[in-house]
């Protein structure tokens, strides 16, 4: 979803054709296609990110297989089906987002290196700042406040470090945009996926204590957001209130509310 909630793009697998997939944006009031790229890599569905300045361009990491521990990134002009910036070979260990005046950020998930770049044929990147990344764990998720000073990110554990087994260990933390000012918005040891709202002044997130768990019966994911100057925030327990954290809710057409329970966020729009 564009950050206007005008737009939004479907990714379908093998939808290109053989051995490709498909890129659709359509209209979101009347489903109206307005783009549609066909022939598009396998593996570059995951990390698709629609750029905050237009309407046209999207961010996207892409690999040959799931496997594979390097990629191309690349921005592309969905009207002209021409990518204007691209880089391969990046290492898998870096995650890419748009900053709000349409420059991208670039961060290392292990040591937490931050930088960035202008979107163009001859761009370089320059060094932002670093993220202290605690020991044993990674930056799973990572996303910047529409104002472009601020980062939240989820912190990963591991059951084992090496070979990259989750475990159900991730909290939420928050920090400047070069990385300094480190703290703890969660400690709890389940929450993931912290979305922005659009003015900047909350933070949804998804606490889920069946996430990396055997079987069937660890539990589901319930939907919460948080004012972002919360810290160190705990106990955040459905069917229980909090001081600071509000469940998010559906309301029906009848007037009734229940607790969003097993979905994803996937975008706050304006």
């Known amino acids: 979803m564009w950050p206007d909630a005008s737009q939004y793009l479907e990714y379908k697998i093998g939808g290109g054709g053989k051995n490709f997939d498909q890129i659709t944006v ?19 569905g995951a990390n698709i990110r629609p750029s905050p300045i237009s309407k046209k361009l999207i961010l996207t990491q892409c690999y040959k297989n799931r496997q594979s521990n390097k990629g191309i990134v ?10 204007v910036f691209s880089e391969p070979d990046q290492p898998k260990r870096h995650k890419y987002r748009w900053l709000p005046d349409g420059r991208l950020l670039r961060v290392h998930d292990e040591t937490g290196a931050l930088a960035v770049t ?11 700042g670093h993220i202290a990344v605690p020991r044993g764990r ?3 998720e990572i996303e910047v ?65 069946g996430r990396y768990s055997a ?15 919360a810290r160190n925030m705990s106990s955040i327990l459905k069917g229980f209130a ?9 309301r029906y057409p009848s007037g009734n509310v229940s607790p969003l329970v097993g979905v994803q966020l996937l975008a706050w729009v304006q």
């Not at 980062?151 to 989750?166: I, M, P, W």
């Open 138 to 140: 990674r930056i799973f």
């Open 215 to 229: 079987g069937s019966s660890g539990g589901a994911p319930y939907l919460w957001y948080a004012p972002a100057s």
């Open 242 to 250: 909090h001081p600071f954290a509000t469940q998010l809710r559906r």
């Open 26 to 44: 359509y209209a979101t009031a009347t489903r109206r296609v307005i783009y549609q790229l066909n022939e598009v890599p396998y593996f570059c």
């Open 74 to 83: 690349a921005a592309f002009d969905l009207a002209s089906g021409t990518a």
């Open 118 to 128: 202008e979107i163009g044929r001859n761009a370089s990147w320059h060094p932002l």
């Open 145 to 209: 406040n529409p104002q472009g000073t601020m980062l939240v990110f989820a912190l990963q554990g591991y059951s084992d470090y090496a070979a990259e087994n989750l475990a159900l260990d991730s909290d939420i933390w928050v920090s400047k945009i070069d990385g300094s000012s480190l703290e703890r918005f969660t400690s709890m040891g389940w929450v993931f996926d912290p979305i922005w709202s659009p003015d900047g002044s909350y933070i949804a997130f998804s606490v889920d204590t």
